[in-house]
């Protein structure tokens, strides 16, 4: 599979970015897909999940009715749309698809969010 990210950038705080990814190599519709988060000297980190035909989604508690995930399958696409967003939200953001045993993701490269005070 490949994920190529897109939308990173530099913001204000307050402000809002959407970050999207395409994927190829599986088909994209069966596959739940999440974003992910490493902030400088921190772990990879949970962001959020929608499922496979887009109908359930949940988040991270830091980014809960700020953030929302979803998906266009007919353009293999997820999204992440961030709001109000707060200078500890800079980090690179990389997009994850379930892996076909559903134990583990594949990741794509990750895009930069950087947002200043």
């Known amino acids: 599979v490949q994920l190529q990210a897109s939308g990173g950038g530099l913001v204000q705080a307050g402000g809002s970015l959407r970050l999207s990814c395409v994927a190829s190599?599986?088909?994209?519709?069966?596959?739940?897909m999440a974003w992910f988060r490493q902030a400088p000297g921190k772990e990879r980190e949970f962001v959020a999940a929608?499922?496979?035909?887009?109908?359930?989604?949940n988040y991270a508690d830091s980014v809960k009715g700020r953030f929302t995930i979803s998906r266009d399958n007919a353009k293999n696409t997820v999204y992440l749309q961030m709001s109000s967003l707060k200078p500890e939200d800079t980090a690179v953001y990389y997009c994850?698809?379930?892996?076909?045993?559903?134990?583990?993701?594949?990741w794509g490269q990750g895009t930069l969010v950087t947002v200043s005070s």
């Open positions: 929608i499922s496979s035909s887009g109908g359930s989604t």
């Open positions: 994850a698809q379930r892996d076909p045993g559903g134990s583990s993701w594949s």
């Open positions: 190599g599986r088909i994209f519709s069966s596959y739940r």
